[in-house]
């Protein structure tokens, strides 16, 4: 039952992190249920099916996009979104910046452990990057996210979890304005225990909350 789920995942989460629940595989009414539960933050990766879900969520529901996101689709979802979290790209700043009527909060998506079946900046890129997106009204850098590597060694993901970490810290100075690089979106249903001792202030659980698809 999503509520023992979400009341079990809430005492383990306490007041660190924000819990997202993530409905990508659910439905509209399974979404409803973990909001009843008292969830309020949902994450959608897909385009299809994602506003039939906003629009059977109440208001006060807050969406976040945690996929990719392709800039030519920002235009038909960016006003019913208040997260994203996937943000690596200008061409979809620019979109946004064009498109939305409100401030997106966004994550800079950064690709820590360098595979290149990732998504998501360099550590290196992500200072130049924040630069850049000081010119965009429609855009508030809130946090870094990442994805841990597909492993089971968790001091792999632990090593990962903590260079993210470290850069955000290292970012402090750039501080002003539109950027405010002050929160972590990282953890899963697998790893958000490890994520959570390096400081995530948003985790993304799917499974784990929702039951398998
Ligand atoms: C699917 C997904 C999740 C949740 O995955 P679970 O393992 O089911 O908890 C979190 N973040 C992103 C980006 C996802 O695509």
Redesign the pocket.
Known sequence: MIRDSYEKLKQEIGDQAKLIA?T?YHSAEDALAAYDAGVRHF?E?RIEGFLEKREALPEDAEVHF??TLQSRKVKDIIDHLNYV?SLDRMSVAKKIEQYSSHTVKCFIQVNVSGESSKHGLSPEEVPGFLDDMRAYSRIRIIGLMT?APHTEDEAEIAWVFEQLRILKDSLKEKNSGNIQVEELSMG???DYHVALRHGATYV?????LMGSR
């Open positions: 993530v990508k994450g990766n945690i996929g979290h994805m899963m249903s697998n993304r659980i799917g499974s784990k």
